[in-house]
């Protein structure tokens, strides 16, 4: 594994309500992703970061936020989650080599209500 | 805005056959071409990729073929096992400088490989 931890795991959560995502990295990796993955969508791009405090949106990017405060941490916010937004979310870091390698942690499951 | 497009979405193979899963682009600014492989439950983990410089990548059984002109390229799985049973992405990127490697996923290829 790439040293990659989410937390939590799995979260029920109920329709109004903020949650936060963790992604914790022991790489020192540069560049940290935030998809999520729905039957038949494949994996979306939602937030990515490039270094502390520069984050920018993804494809669907409409509902939620992030923060880059560490290196090794990358928060997604759900600032009043709703029930399109259960899903599995996933994050990824890449060394920096223009971002070519990107390695997946095992995931979030969100399931709101 | 469909702009990776894989084929087939499911794919049974028998034991010791060849899986072939095509994905087509249409953003010719992509660069490189990555296949990603997700077993359920964990998160997807790069298989095999290629640059544009290219036609071809060999990596043990896994092949990538590329087409620059008709911006298509497809994963071959030579002598296929029921391990290789799977989910595979194919997400084409543009790497570095101000695209930070976005990866554009295809919907997703569902191998079975019967023993």
């Known amino acids: 594994d790439a040293g990659i931890t989410q937390s939590p795991r799995h979260k029920v959560t109920e329709t109004g309500t903020p949650v936060t995502l963790r992604c914790h990295q022991t790489?020192?990796?540069?560049?940290m992703y935030w998809y999520r993955q729905d039957p038949g969508h494949g994996l979306r791009l939602i937030h990515y970061s490039y270094g502390v405090k520069d984050t920018d949106k993804g494809e669907v990017s409409d509902g939620y936020s992030v923060s880059r405060s560490k290196t090794e941490d990358f928060l997604l916010t759900l600032e009043s989650a709703t029930s399109s937004q259960t899903s599995v979310y996933f994050c990824a870091i890449s060394p920096g080599t223009g971002g070519r390698e990107q390695y997946f942690g095992p995931g979030t499951r969100l399931t709101v209500t | 805005q469909q702009q990776v497009k894989q084929s087939p979405q499911s794919l049974i193979v028998q034991k010791g056959g060849i899986s072939i899963i095509n994905c087509a682009y249409e953003n010719t600014a992509f660069d490189y071409f990555p296949w990603y492989q997700q077993f359920p439950g964990k998160g997807p983990a790069l298989l095999i990729a290629i640059r544009p410089d290219v036609s071809e990548k060999k990596e043990g059984r896994f092949t990538i073929s590329f087409n620059k002109s008709a911006k298509q390229f497809s994963l071959h799985i030579m002598d296929s096992q029921p391990g290789d049973s799977a989910t595979y992405f194919c997400?084409?990127?543009?790497?570095?400088?101000?695209?930070?490697?976005?990866?554009?996923f295809g919907q997703g290829t569902i191998l079975t490989v019967h023993p």
């Open positions: 790489e020192n990796h540069r560049y």
């Open positions: 997400a084409p990127q543009k790497a570095g400088g101000t695209s930070y490697g976005k990866l554009t």
